[in-house]
C-alpha cells in the first residue's frame, strides 16, 4: 500500500483480556517497529524486526507482550492479560532498510484498558 | 535511560514569531537526526533532517542546528504559523532510531 496500515484504530478492551494490534508496512519496506506513545510520554520503542533476522525485543515492557511478523510483511502485536497501564497509542512504523533511512509511522492503535 | 531528551514539554507562541525546539541526546556516536511532527489522532511524519557532518539544515520555514560538541539540536519555524501547531518529535540514530519525550508547539493567532 501506499502508507503504513494499522488496524484497529481503537480498541476498548476490559481489563484482564487479550487484544491484537495489527500492522500493514509500506510493501517493500525490511524493517518494521512498533512504538508507544503513553498519556504525556514520548514514543517508547518496543520492538524492531529486519528481515529474517531475529527481532529486537529489548522495548518489550513485561512477558505480556510478544510480536510476530509474518512473511516479512504483516506484523501482530499482541497484549496478553491487558493492565490499565497498558492504555496508549500503539504506532507502527516501517522503513527500506533500518535505521539507515527514516521512519514512516502509521496512524497508531488508541488501545483503552477498561 | 533516555538517550534523546527534549526538556520542553510544551510552548506557545505568537503567530508570527520564532519558535525553537530543543533536544539533547547523550551519544557522540549518533549520526544522523530528525524532527517529526505529530497532530492528534495521526502518526508522526517526517519534518527535516541533518547529517552530523553538517551543523545547518534549511528547508522553507524549518531550520534545523546541530552543535555535535553541546549534543544538541534545535528545530526553528519563522515564522510560525498556526497550522504549525502539534508535537514535535526529534530522533537520532544509532542502531536504531531513539526519540524524544516530545514538545507540544501551539501557535497562538
Known amino acids: 500500500g501506499a502508507g503504513v496500515s494499522q488496524s484497529p484504530s481503537n480498541k476498548v478492551t476490559e481489563k484482564g483480556k487479550d487484544v491484537e494490534l495489527r500492522c500493514d508496512p509500506i510493501?517493500?519496506?525490511?524493517?518494521l517497529y512498533w512504538y508507544r506513545q503513553s498519556l504525556g510520554q514520548g514514543l517508547e520503542f518496543l520492538i524492531y524486526f529486519q528481515g529474517n533476522s531475529a527481532p529486537d525485543k529489548s522495548g518489550l515492557p513485561s512477558d505480556r507482550f510478544s510480536a510476530e511478523r509474518t512473511g516479512g510483511s504483516v506484523s501482530t502485536l499482541t497484549i496478553q492479560r491487558t493492565q490499565q497501564e497498558d492504555s496508549a497509542v500503539y504506532l507502527c512504523a516501517s522503513s527500506p532498510g533500518g535505521a539507515f533511512y527514516g521512519y514512516t509511522f502509521g496512524s497508531g492503535t488508541r488501545l483503552t484498558v477498561v | 535511560d533516555q538517550q534523546v531528551k527534549q526538556n520542553s514539554p510544551s510552548l506557545s507562541v505568537q503567530e508570527g514569531r520564532i519558535s525553537i525546539l530543543n533536544c539533547d541526546y547523550t551519544n557522540s556516536m549518533f549520526d544522523y537526526f530528525l524532527w517529526y511532527k505529530k497532530y492528534p489522532a495521526e502518526g508522526p511524519t517526517f519534518l527535516i533532517s541533518?547529517?552530523?557532518?553538517?551543523d545547518k539544515n534549511e528547508d522553507g520555514r524549518f531550520t534545523v542546528f546541530l552543535n555535535k560538541s553541546a549534543k544538541h539540536l534545535s528545530l526553528h519555524i519563522v515564522p510560525s504559523q498556526p497550522g504549525d501547531s502539534a508535537v514535535y518529535f526529534c530522533a537520532a540514530r544509532g542502531n536504531q532510531f531513539y526519540f524524544g519525550t516530545g514538545t507540544s508547539l501551539t501557535v497562538i493567532p
Open positions: 541533518i547529517s552530523s557532518i553538517k
Open positions: 510493501s517493500g519496506h525490511t524493517a
